[in-house]
């Protein structure tokens, strides 16, 4: 019991950590009323993450994740009404929202209403959860094109990079103390993505000429 609290407590630290890597972009858009070309989807993606694992989390009783994913949604909320409020374009992002805001209310309607069964209704907000989560630590994997086309690491955050890799990794064996697959298996990618990042930072040191 003791391991794993230990790791849960190293879970919701490193975790907030890697939430709050978007915090120094929501104070620049926020200063300069613009979005300095911040991508919006990240936010929104991860703020659904982190609805869907709240509620795995109420459903499970589990107390890290709930805190975890609580204060993520929180963060990623904020930086979601300050992208709207620098943003000059509000319709596409806008309509992101709508169709996450739809994704949330038929995942609720079909677990509250379609499914009867406890056990079947946590597998599947398990199911929902984990596709989430490995679709939001894939999503980083785009910017490596530009890393191998440049042969600079300038477009990708080394300490996110750091809180991602150390955070995937108590999240996948916490789920493995948990036997939890839902919890342990999506965090894989995350660990993977994060080591290709730090063989590029090897690669292509900042300041160095290719």
């Not at 929180?74 to 620098?86: H, K, M, R």
């Not at 739809?102 to 379609?114: G, P």
């Amino acid at each position: 019991m003791e391991e794993i609290e230990v790791v849960s407590t190293a879970c919701l630290v490193f975790t907030l950590c890697m939430f709050s890597a978007g915090i120094p972009d929501c104070w620049k858009m926020w200063r300069t009323r613009t979005t300095q070309n911040v991508p919006f989807l990240p936010f929104l993606v991860t703020c659904i993450n982190n609805l869907t694992w709240l509620y795995y989390g109420l459903w499970k009783q589990d107390s890290t994740l709930i805190t975890v994913n609580a204060v993520g949604a929180v963060l990623q909320s904020i930086c979601i009404f300050t992208y709207l409020v620098a943003s000059k374009q509000k319709s596409r992002p806008m309509s992101q929202i709508f169709v996450g805001v739809v994704y949330l209310t038929a995942l609720y309607l079909y677990l509250t209403v379609v499914i009867t069964s406890r056990t079947v209704l946590v597998d599947r907000l398990g199911l929902a959860g984990a596709g989430i989560t490995m679709l939001m630590y894939a999503s980083p994997m785009m910017e490596l094109v530009t890393v191998i086309r440049t042969k600079s690491t300038r477009s990708i955050s080394r300490p996110l990079t750091v809180a991602t890799f150390f955070a995937s990794s108590l999240w996948f064996y916490y789920g493995y103390l948990l036997q939890d697959p839902y919890v342990q298996v999506p965090n894989f990618p995350g660990i993977i993505s994060s080591i290709v990042r730090l063989y590029f930072f090897w690669r292509y040191p900042v300041g160095k000429v290719a």
